[in-house]
């Protein structure tokens, strides 16, 4: 057969990870692969040809994504016309459902499979729109355990690849001179990562600087390690310091997340998907996220959960406490994550609990080799229509 040509559709900066990885091993099994599409910079510097910039709109809420609508359907026509004048093999996506059901829906118009990879997280919330997976997507590639037996249940065709979180977190080396330059044996290292978008930063960083500031006067021999992952976001965190802010044992760096999750004690960090390298690298963390009161109340009418931290989803239970603020009302958010963020600062048998937790669960879930799995599937079901399709290796 002819090298594979695949369209992808990435909306977050963790997926344009994520998928810059899936390109790699996609090449390594089949050297002709060539990769157009959306996404964002890890992609392009790996080989894909951009079509625009998908994750430069990464928004969350009706809020955010309103005034953007127009440049949404504009986008989405270009894959309209990518479709009509040369189709590729296949669509991968990424994340990014509000977006990415149209992709779907147009790339089956003209007749391409169509692959979830990262798929949305139906069974937390929004399990209505499962008729629309169903309609428009072929295959889904789901990464956490519990989600495979979800989807089959219900007629999905599934394979559980892992999550690629793992591979990054077992393949990526880590800057030494960077580790070496802020090990700290005399202190009790914080990570502070208040997040990958500007929304989270904005809405994040002013409650974990409060409670950053209550920590730092209660426990003098702490450190604070901000992991921000653009220039813009460590310009916005630090212009929120102020003149009292001076004598706070405070650094900024811009792309050592990894570095800086190893070298912490405790971690004070915003959900998401980097709780899945909290739990790799076995460091215990608090974590705190925000919702705007429309989000919030759509949220209760969709889902029932007590969680929205993966650990503690793959648990059933609470390892990193968590704390969710409502609009403009944070106080209660605030004390109770100085409260949690405290008792890990101040007792090493707290932190050591959490890190068991962490490390039974990591040991449980953390299944490397999801690139390399979901790459596999991708050309198999690919060749499947031309060649006869070989075997896919689950995951453990």
């Known amino acids: 057969m002819a090298p594979p040509n695949l369209f992808f559709s990435v909306g977050e900066p963790s997926g344009d990870l994520h998928v810059s990885n899936l390109m790699a091993q996609l090449r390594r099994q089949h050297p002709g692969c060539s990769f157009r599409g959306f996404g964002g910079p890890l992609m392009q510097a790996g080989g894909c040809q951009l079509d625009f910039e998908l994750t430069d709109?990464?928004?969350?809420?009706?809020?955010?994504?309103?005034?953007?609508?127009?440049?949404?359907?504009?986008?989405?026509?270009?894959?309209?016309?990518?479709?009509?004048?040369?189709?590729?093999?296949?669509?991968?996506?990424?994340?990014?459902?509000?977006?990415?059901?149209?992709?779907?829906?147009?790339?089956?118009?003209?007749?391409?499979?169509?692959?979830?990879?990262?798929?949305?997280?139906?069974?937390?919330?929004?399990?209505?729109?499962?008729?629309?997976?169903?309609?428009?997507?072929?295959?889904?590639?789901?990464?956490?355990?519990f989600e495979r037996e979800w989807y089959a249940q219900r007629g999905v065709e599934v394979e559980y690849v892992g999550?690629?979180?793992?591979?990054?977190?077992?393949?990526?080396?880590?800057?030494?001179?960077?580790?070496?330059?802020?090990?700290?044996?005399?202190?009790v290292q914080v990570a502070v990562l208040p997040g990958s978008r500007g929304r989270e930063v904005r809405h994040i960083w002013p409650m974990q600087l409060e409670v950053v500031r209550e920590i730092a006067r209660r426990h003098p021999r702490t450190r604070f390690l901000v992991a921000c992952l653009k220039e813009a976001h460590r310009q916005q965190c630090q212009r929120q310091l102020r003149d009292q802010d001076r004598g706070l044992n405070i650094e900024f760096f811009v792309n050592k997340t990894s570095e800086i999750i190893q070298l912490a004690d405790c971690a004070l960090m915003k959900s998401g998907s980097v709780s899945l390298e909290m739990m790799a690298r076995r460091t215990p963390a608090v974590v705190v996220y925000h919702a705007s009161r429309a989000l919030y109340a759509v949220g209760r009418c969709l889902t029932d959960l007590n969680s929205m931290t993966?650990?503690?989803?793959?648990?059933?239970?609470t390892i990193m406490p968590e704390f969710l603020a409502v609009g403009s009302s944070t106080s209660s958010t605030i004390e109770r994550s100085i409260a949690a963020l405290d008792r890990l600062v101040g007792d090493p048998d707290e932190r050591l609990r959490q890190r068991l937790q962490l490390s039974e669960l990591a040991d449980q879930f953390g299944t490397t080799g999801a690139s390399s799995r979901a790459a596999e599937l991708i050309l198999n079901k690919i060749g499947a229509t031309l060649t006869p399709a070989s075997p896919i290796r689950r995951a453990a």
């Open 57 to 145: 709109l990464a928004v969350v809420g009706f809020v955010e994504v309103l005034p953007k609508l127009r440049q949404f359907f504009r986008v989405a026509d270009m894959a309209s016309e990518v479709f009509r004048t040369a189709p590729p093999d296949a669509v991968v996506l990424a994340d990014f459902p509000g977006f990415n059901w149209h992709i779907a829906k147009r790339a089956h118009q003209h007749g391409i499979p169509v692959f979830y990879y990262l798929p949305p997280q139906l069974w937390a919330w929004g399990s209505w729109r499962l008729r629309k997976l169903k309609r428009h997507v072929d295959y889904v590639l789901c990464n956490l355990p």
């Open 163 to 187: 999550h690629p979180f793992f591979d990054e977190v077992a393949e990526r080396p880590l800057d030494p001179n960077f580790r070496a330059r802020w090990q700290a044996d005399n202190f």
């Open 310 to 317: 993966l650990p503690n989803m793959m648990a059933g239970k």
